[in-house]
């Protein structure tokens, strides 16, 4: 079983850049297809993007596609969202989540192995 660990949030303005980290352990994290996704207060928990175990291809929702860029150093155990050009509308809990499938699903019910979130606050 793999234990994920989310870092790298914070309080930004508008325009900045943040970039999350998604530390494995227990498991080789290579093995996993990895996503993120996040919850604004009072939303639902939404995908952002993700990255699939065996090319590394990503996918994203529109909302963040141009701005985020996900990546993988399996060296490292870790998944990055580099999120620029960060807008207001970001503000949420991001968490990663893991599964063997081979590529991102855009559900929750498609991960079986989730992080605690961190943070990210973007003012105007």
């Known amino acids: 079983q793999v234990h994920l660990v989310e870092s790298g949030g914070g309080l930004v303005q508008a325009g900045a850049s943040l970039r999350l980290s998604c530390a494995a352990s227990g498991r080789t994290i290579g093995t996993y297809t990895v996503a993120w996704f996040r919850r604004a207060s009072g939303e639902e928990r939404e995908f952002v993007g993700g990255i699939a175990k065996g090319d590394r291809s990503t996918s994203y929702s529109n909302s963040v596609k141009g701005r985020f860029t996900i990546s993988r150093d399996n060296a490292k155990n870790t998944v990055f969202l580099q999120m620029n050009s960060l807008k207001p509308e970001d503000t949420a809990v991001y968490y990663c989540?893991?599964?063997?499938?081979?590529?991102?699903?855009?559900?929750?019910?498609?991960?079986?192995?989730w992080g605690q979130g961190t943070q990210v606050t973007v003012s105007s």
């Open positions: 989540a893991a599964d063997f499938r081979m590529f991102p699903a855009t559900v929750q019910s498609g991960y079986d192995y």
